[in-house]
C-alpha cells in the first residue's frame, strides 16, 4: 500500500498564496487533491495523470490553482494563489495506481492524513 505525506497547510489572507506538496512511496497512475469541510462531502479539486501530465481541475480553482508533479520525487504539488476563504478546508492527497477520469472518491485507494488550509477575509 502506498505512503501519502503531505506538507504546505496554514493560514494566509484572502488573495494570499499556499504550496501544498504530497509524497508518495511509489509512483501512482493518477495523483489528486480533495477538500473536505464540516459537514460536507469530500471535494475533488484537481488531478494529474503521471505518465502524461494531463489535468483536471474543478471550476471553481481553474485558474488560480495549479497542480503539477516531480516524477523523480514521485511529489505532487498544488500551488494555490488567490486564495479565498471558500478554499478553507482540510487538503488530502489521493493515489490511484488504476483510475485517473475523474476526480471522485471513490475512484481513490490510498489517502493521505490531510493538511489544514485557512483563508481569512
Known amino acids: 500500500q502506498v505512503q501519502l505525506m503531505e506538507s504546505g497547510g496554514g493560514s494566509v489572507q484572502a488573495g494570499g498564496s499556499l504550496r501544498l506538496s504530497c509524497r508518495a512511496s511509489?509512483?501512482?497512475?493518477?495523483m489528486a487533491w480533495f477538500r473536505q469541510t464540516p459537514g460536507n462531502e469530500r471535494e475533488g479539486v484537481a488531478s494529474?495523470?503521471?505518465?502524461?501530465?494531463?489535468?483536471v481541475y474543478i471550476d471553481s480553482v481553474k485558474g488560480r490553482f495549479t497542480i503539477s508533479q516531480d516524477t523523480g520525487k514521485n511529489t505532487v504539488y498544488l500551488q494555490m494563489d488567490s486564495l479565498k476563504p471558500d478554499d478553507s478546508a482540510m487538503y488530502y492527497c489521493a493515489a490511484s495506481l488504476t483510475m485517473c477520469s475523474r476526480i471522485v472518491p471513490d475512484d481513490f485507494a490510498n489517502w493521505g492524513q490531510g493538511t489544514r488550509v485557512t483563508v481569512s477575509s
Open positions: 494529474i495523470r503521471t505518465a502524461d501530465f494531463y489535468t
Open positions: 511509489n509512483r501512482q497512475l493518477c
